[in-house]
């Protein structure tokens, strides 16, 4: 049974710091491209970043550049999102997601990803 199970969310003040952590079970984790989505309240959910396996190319929203840091820990099957200088617009839902394929260059949408998280809430305040 495939399970992505993310945790590390929180509240945190803007300008804080988080890392959000996916551990994944049921599939050969190590050669997915693995993503971070999230969706706040009223908005489409948003691929922030993503990293391929084998090559280990990693891709970041504009928004989130410079700040967010996606690696993964094959040894764990964990996936990580490290978050720093948060503002109050990184308010969401955050979610990890497994692609069926290694690579992750285009693929920016959801609906390009099999496997889902049950999401962790991130909430920064002013």
């Known amino acids: 049974q495939v399970q992505l199970v993310e945790s590390g969310g929180g509240s945190v003040q803007a300008g804080g710091s988080l890392t959000l952590s996916c551990a994944a079970s049921g599939f050969t984790y190590s050669s997915n491209c693995m993503g971070w989505f999230r969706q706040a309240p009223g908005k489409v959910r948003e691929v922030v970043a993503r990293l391929s396996a084998g090559s280990g190319t990693r891709y970041y929203a504009d928004s989130v550049k410079g700040r967010f840091t996606i690696f993964r820990d094959n040894s764990k099957n964990t996936l990580f999102l490290q978050m720093k200088s948060l503002k109050v617009e990184d308010t969401a839902t955050y979610y990890c997601?497994?692609?069926?394929?290694?690579?992750?260059?285009?693929?920016?949408?959801?609906?390009?990803?099999?496997?889902w998280g049950q999401g962790t809430q991130v909430a920064v305040s002013s």
């Open positions: 997601a497994a692609r069926l394929a290694a690579g992750c260059s285009n693929a920016r949408f959801p609906n390009e990803y099999i496997y």
